[in-house]
Structure formats: structure tokens, C-alpha cells
């Protein structure tokens, strides 16, 4: 991802969406800051952002996000303002170096009888084919569907799971 400028407009849109750090710590990290940005900024900050930042920049803050920045409705947001439906897994944070258990070694562990029946996977790895798999999901589904339908399906999900109410279409009660 190309480095967003310092600027007067980018610097007060990084000193309302990053408040704990100065400006230019805060854009030396493009990937970090649009993280940031996905989740608190206003729309008049994301209009200052989209002069500097394309949707290819987006994807590539989404690809490399951090764990523990963006919330579950950003994640969703963004992905699905970036094409993609459905989102790929949030990014975790981990502790240590244990992933967990790769099945297929633990079958293999199992039938050599061998002890050590859990084989440890790198953070990157892990990612590498939670996205292949993602990936592989969304192709068998792109090759079916259009974008238009992708995006009609999801809005049927989201109003099966919220209800009306969500845009416009529930009542206000007033005391």
C-alpha cells in the first residue's frame, strides 16, 4: 500500500481518528491507519481519504490488517463495499505459536501412533489457507453469481437476521 501524504487535511482526519498518537505517527503506517479509519471514521474523513487511497490500497489495508482493530460490521462493511461476499475471515489476534490441530496430521499422528499429535502452523500460514479456502468459496460462488445478486442475498440475509427496522422500514415508538 502506497504511504497516504501529510497534509493539512490528512492530518486532521488522522488527529479525529487516531486521537492517541500525532499525525505523522499515525500515517506512517497506511495499513495500521486505514484499519483505523475502516472502523471510526466519519464519512467526511473517508471522503478526505479516498483522494489519497484507491480501492486496490482498501483491499490491500483489508489483506494485512492487524488483529484486534477493525470490528465484525466494519469487516463486513468494507469487504462487501470492495466486492467481496461474503468476507473473508476477521484477522485473530494469537498468543504463542500454536494454532491448533491440522486434521490430516492428526490423522496421520494417530494411524503411526505417533505422540505428538499436534502440528504447529505459523500465524502467516494459517492466514495463507484460511484465504485459500476463502478464496476457493468465492470463486464457486462468483462462477454462479453476479454481483448484483451477491449483493441482494446479503441484504436478505442481513434483513432475515435484523428485521425491518434496520433501514427505515420498522417504527419509531415515541413516548
Known amino acids: 500500500m502506497k504511504p497516504i501524504p501529510l497534509n493539512d487535511e490528512t492530518a486532521a482526519a488522522a488527529t479525529r481518528i487516531i486521537w492517541f498518537e500525532p499525525p505523522a505517527q499515525a500515517l ?5 491507519f486505514m ?3 475502516m472502523t471510526y471514521a466519519m ?3 473517508i471522503q478526505v481519504l479516498r483522494r489519497y487511497v484507491s480501492d486496490d490500497d482498501f483491499r490491500d489495508a483489508l489483506d494485512h490488517a492487524p488483529p484486534g482493530i477493525i470490528d465484525a460490521r466494519s469487516w463486513a462493511y468494507w469487504n462487501s463495499k470492495m466486492g467481496r461476499y461474503p ?6 489476534r494469537r498468543f504463542g505459536t500454536t ?3 491440522d486434521v490430516s496430521a492428526l490423522t496421520a499422528a494417530y494411524e503411526e501412533g505417533n505422540p505428538k499429535l499436534v502440528r504447529r502452523l ?13 478464496q476457493k468459496m468465492r ?3 462468483s462462477s454462479s453469481m453476479s454481483l448484483e445478486d451477491i449483493r441482494r442475498r446479503a441484504r436478505e440475509e442481513w434483513r432475515a437476521k435484523y428485521g425491518p427496522r434496520g433501514l427505515g422500514g420498522g417504527r419509531i415508538s415515541r413516548p
Not at 28 to 32: L, Q
Not at 87 to 92: A, I, Q
Not at 122 to 134: F, G, H, K, P
Open 43 to 45: 464519512h467526511e474523513e
Open 35 to 37: 484499519a483505523y479509519a
Open 99 to 101: 494454532v491448533g490441530p
Open 139 to 141: 470463486q464457486q460462488e
Open 87 to 92: 468476507p473473508p475471515p476477521l484477522p485473530v
Open 28 to 32: 506512517s503506517d497506511p495499513v495500521r
Open 122 to 134: 505459523s500465524l502467516d500460514e494459517e492466514r495463507r489457507n484460511a484465504r485459500t479456502a476463502w
